[in-house]
């Protein structure tokens, strides 16, 4: 990296401004930037309290002279950037000169550094004073270190959360960086414990790996598209892989993680019809495209970019999901394989003719071009062993009203006659509310019966998870999940709530630790942290659409939702049935 100097105005004031500095996230994600700037084999971050305490980056790149150890503090001074011009083609992360200047201004920052050819040296800045630069006996490379930020201003330090919310903005920051970055090795350690330890990689599916698992990344589809100037690359996730929470979606350009609304919203109708609402595909989608195109000097902290032509992207983006999904053969329960070629050919709304059926005997209805065998398509008949789904016929605890006629319609709806009309019900949307809600009174009444499993099972987590475990280990077990490490990336279920009946342990621990990273994100208390992972049990303990119900299990669904109906808790998600009043119904056919 060339020699530090001082920017023009003429070149600032060109330049996003605004707030660098927002919370420790930031420092890391600065620092990160400044060494992969520096072209280093391998970078290491520890934090100590979610990164208010401390946050230190240490990297093998280029070094700093030790002559230009007081400028890399200056603010608009840079090494990246000289004139106005070379704005418009910026290949380096860094470019405004600032983010040294800003994070020094609040807080006390220590750099060690040296060049291949020069001698080690240190500064220290407090509350943006810097002090002398003296020399120091480091190996080649930079050693940033951020103590205590916004120590020194208390109005800013009061408006950061809790370290552990703190933590996960911080470890989502490194993990958005460590994504574009996999030929760069780097290690994340929080208080003294490793969360982190990637290798370097040539493949960006190892990284993706090394971050979210082996599982995970084994299943994502890889996808590719170039429209002759845009080219984008990347993994989806396939659509039964869905998640709770728009975690793992992920945008990158030229090395650089960003947001974009327009983009997701194109990965979003890309899945249309294939999951339900309020879940999120899992997408890493890398973007080239020429330096001229992307104009990356929009947001004063780099987290958007602009691009000259977004419609574009938004349509090679779409186009390229559901032709891979077509392809691929890629369905779910949701939408039927044809309805996706129609769409995919016309892009328009999906009008697929599934067969009315009741739920009598005989073979269930096949959709037109599900291949016989495969078994990436749930679509085929549940085995004869299909085990009850998992809630009480308690039929005899409780009167029972005059029995209701009801039939399981699609595999999916359930419609009732009742006395003020019809009332058409989403058997998952139902079943999950219904396990919610005995959740939630058996925890209120602090008596969640607690399955103990004979044989413990055991699931693999990516390291994130891990730390998720160890973090809200006392939650988990408030909501009848007993977790326990079992060594490396590995941990053992050692019980579940017996309500969760027999669904695999390892589907109900990535729901629910996916969903304590977003509560403990959004800065949530314990008991929407509980309230979280009861929700994730119902979600995946809960009948799908698609199963089909036996008369007495849509008789038992039919009685007992009228526990929803009663229930004091806030509903959360999607409606459970929808009501035709005879009244409406009348009226519709012009009888009253
Ligand atoms: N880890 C590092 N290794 C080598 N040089 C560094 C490192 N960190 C900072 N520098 C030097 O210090 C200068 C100032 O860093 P700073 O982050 O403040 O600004 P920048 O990276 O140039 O721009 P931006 O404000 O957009 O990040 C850089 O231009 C670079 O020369
Ligand atoms: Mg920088």
Redesign the pocket.
């Known amino acids: 990296?060339?020699r530090?100097h001082q920017l023009p105005m003429s070149v600032v004031n060109r330049i996003a401004a605004g707030e660098?500095v927002e919370r420790p996230a930031s420092v890391v994600k600065?620092?990160l930037?400044?060494?992969l700037?520096?072209s280093p084999t391998r970078i290491d971050v520890a934090l100590d309290q979610g990164g208010v305490a401390l946050v230190r980056?240490v990297?093998d790149?280029?070094?700093?002279e030790a002559d230009?150890l007081p400028?890399?503090?200056t603010a608009h001074?840079?090494?990246?950037?000289k004139v106005a011009e070379d704005l418009e083609r910026i290949e380096?992360?860094?470019?405004?000169?600032?983010?040294?200047?800003s994070i020094a201004e609040v807080s006390r920052l220590v750099?060690r550094?040296r060049t291949p050819g020069g001698t080690g040296a240190t500064i220290t800045v407090d509350g943006g004073r810097a002090g002398e630069v003296r020399p120091d006996g480091c190996a080649v490379?930079?050693t940033?270190e951020v103590h205590q930020l916004f120590g020194n201003v208390p109005a800013r330090r009061a408006f950061l959360r809790a370290p552990q919310t703190e933590w996960s903005h911080a470890s989502e920051a490194f993990v958005r960086t460590a994504l574009a970055h996999p030929a760069v090795a780097l290690s994340l350690v929080h208080n003294g414990r490793r969360v982190h330890d990637l290798p370097a990689t040539p493949s960006w599916r190892d990284r993706i790996a090394g971050l979210f698992g082996a599982e995970v990344a084994g299943r994502l589809i890889e996808v590719e598209a170039d429209d002759g100037e845009v080219s984008v690359h990347g993994y989806v996730g396939r659509p039964e892989d869905d998640v709770a929470s728009g975690r793992l979606q992920h945008l990158f350009v030229g090395g650089r993680p960003f947001r974009d609304r327009s983009i997701l919203h194109a990965v979003q109708e890309a899945y249309r019809g294939l999951l339900l609402s309020g879940r999120q595909p899992i997408a890493f989608l890398a973007f080239d495209l020429p330096p001229d195109a992307v104009d990356v000097n929009v947001h004063p902290a780099?987290m958007e970019v602009r691009f000259r032509e977004p419609s574009r992207l938004y349509r090679l983006v779409l186009s390229a999901l559901r032709t891979k999904f077509l392809a691929a053969n890629v369905t779910t329960r949701l939408q039927p394989p044809a309805a996706i070629a129609a769409e995919v050919a016309e892009f328009q709304p999906f009008a697929p003719s599934i067969p009315d059926r009741f739920a009598a005997p005989g073979p269930r209805p096949s959709w037109p071009g599900t291949p016989a065998g495969d078994d990436r398509v749930p679509l085929a008949d549940p085995p004869e062993s299909l085990a009850p789904p998992a809630w009480e016929l308690d039929d005899a605890a409780r009167p029972v009203a005059a029995a209701e006629r009801a039939v399981q319609m699609h595999d999916r709806y359930l419609v009732v006659e009742t006395a003020a009309g019809i009332e058409v019900i989403d058997q998952h949307a139902l079943h999950e509310r219904l396990l919610y809600e005995k959740f939630k009174t058996a925890v209120e009444a602090g008596g969640l019966e607690v399955q103990p499993l004979l044989v413990p099972e055991k699931v693999d987590l990516a390291p994130a998870e891990l730390e998720l475990v160890h973090e809200h280990a006392g939650t988990l077990e408030r909501a009848g999940m007993r977790i326990e490490p079992f060594g490396g990336s590995t941990v053992i279920v050692t019980s579940k709530p017996a309500l969760a009946g027999d669904t695999s342990a390892g589907a109900i621990v990535r729901e629910v630790l996916d969903r304590l990273a977003s509560t403990a994100a959004s800065g949530g208390g314990t008991s929407m942290l509980v309230d979280e992972v009861l929700h994730g049990l119902a979600c995946r303990a809960a009948i799908k659409a698609g199963d089909r119900l036996s008369e007495a299990e849509v008789a038992a669904l039919v009685r007992e939702r009228r526990i929803v109906a009663e229930s004091h808790h806030c509903p959360h998600g999607r409606p459970t049935s929808l009501t035709l009043s005879r009244q409406d119904l009348d009226r519709q056919f012009r009888r009253t």
């Open positions: 990296m060339g530090i660098v600065e620092l930037e400044n060494a700037d520096a980056v990297d790149g280029g070094g700093i230009d400028l890399a503090v001074a840079t090494s990246k950037l380096t992360l860094g470019f405004r000169g600032e983010a040294l200047a750099i550094s490379g930079t940033v780099k």
